[in-house]
């Protein structure tokens, strides 16, 4: 696989990724739902590693990784899951689109990183204006979209904190291999939720939109686009991928307008800019201001 087409891969499947949550939860209950998408992309994880040969570690160091990389997968999507049945694709997308700035904020409790400077600090209160914006006109704590805002912040929470944790651990595994370890750690809690919460598998309920999209989320969503943004990750500098989190809830926001009958208001939409703005400064704020900082001096 090219770079190229690797890193397009990612854009592609993590921007249709909050869309497919949505409509796989249309008619199969959420639980049941992630479930069977874990599973689908547990079993073609177990043929990858089988066919292609790939050691699957499980020594101490390893579980480790797998459990990290689990909360990740299990708070983050169960969570989505939880949310996308009142907040819209595009909203998921957008708030998801936060994931660096809270990762960076965990980095400096777990990993003792430095603390945010003042580009960062300013990029903090930028995104998170934008966000509130975003949300003015159809949030409140009180309805079913209040508590579906705080579902999709709390899924990114997790994300956030298990990308911080595997860093913790000093280990180098095979990017299927560490998808096949912490879903073979996740797979289970799914199936335990579903049995609490639900248990039930009513399946002559099910749209064919929604089976689409499960089969489709299993296969692309949970290890295509894992393997394919690790993959990126190696080839290309930091600040390359990071303009991934910067175009999907774009594209996200887009395809949930077209596809989903979403609306985007003037004030989501002025939001979206803002938290895009946050997170442009968050990432490159510091060497602008290092760059302005030089051209001072030099004309003084």
């Not at 990308?163 to 000093?170: A, I, P, Q, T």
Request: proline residues 3%.
């Amino acid at each position: 696989m090219s770079v190229r087409a690797a890193y397009f891969a990612v854009v592609l499947i993590w921007s249709t990724t909050p869309l497919g949550i949505v409509w796989s939860s249309e008619s199969v209950s959420p639980t049941l739902a992630v479930l069977l998408r874990m599973m689908i992309a547990m079993f073609f994880g177990l043929l990858l590693i089988n066919y292609g040969k790939i050691h699957l570690p499980w020594h101490k160091k390893a579980v480790r990784v797998y459990g990290y990389s689990g909360i990740g997968i299990y708070g983050g999507m169960i969570f989505s899951y939880a949310a996308a049945s009142t907040i819209p694709s595009g909203m998921m997308s957008l708030v998801f689109g936060l994931s660096p700035i809270i990762s960076g904020l965990l980095a400096q409790k777990i990993l003792n990183e430095r603390k945010f400077g003042l580009a960062r600090q300013g990029a903090l209160v930028m995104a998170l204006f934008g966000l509130s914006l975003a949300c003015s006109d159809n949030f409140s704590l009180e309805s079913q979209n209040g508590f579906g805002l705080l579902f999709i912040l709390l899924a990114v929470f997790f994300f956030s904190l298990s990308g911080v944790l595997v860093k913790s651990v000093h280990l180098e595994i095979h990017p299927i291999a560490t998808t096949v370890g912490a879903l073979s750690v996740c797979v289970p809690l799914f199936l335990i939720t579903w049995l609490l919460i639900d248990g039930t598998i009513p399946f002559e309920q099910w749209q064919a939109r929604s089976i689409w999209a499960i089969l489709y989320l299993g296969v692309f969503g949970s290890l295509i686009g894992f393997v394919a943004y690790f993959y990126v990750l190696q080839k290309l500098n930091a600040s390359t991928v990071a303009l991934v989190t910067m175009m999907t809830p774009v594209f996200a926001l887009t395809l949930g307008a077209l596809f989903n009958n979403e609306v985007i208001s003037l004030k989501l939409f002025i939001g979206a800019i803002f938290i895009m703005l946050g997170l442009a400064f968050y990432h490159w704020g510091d060497k602008f201001l290092q760059k302005r900082k030089l051209n001072h001096k030099k004309v003084t």
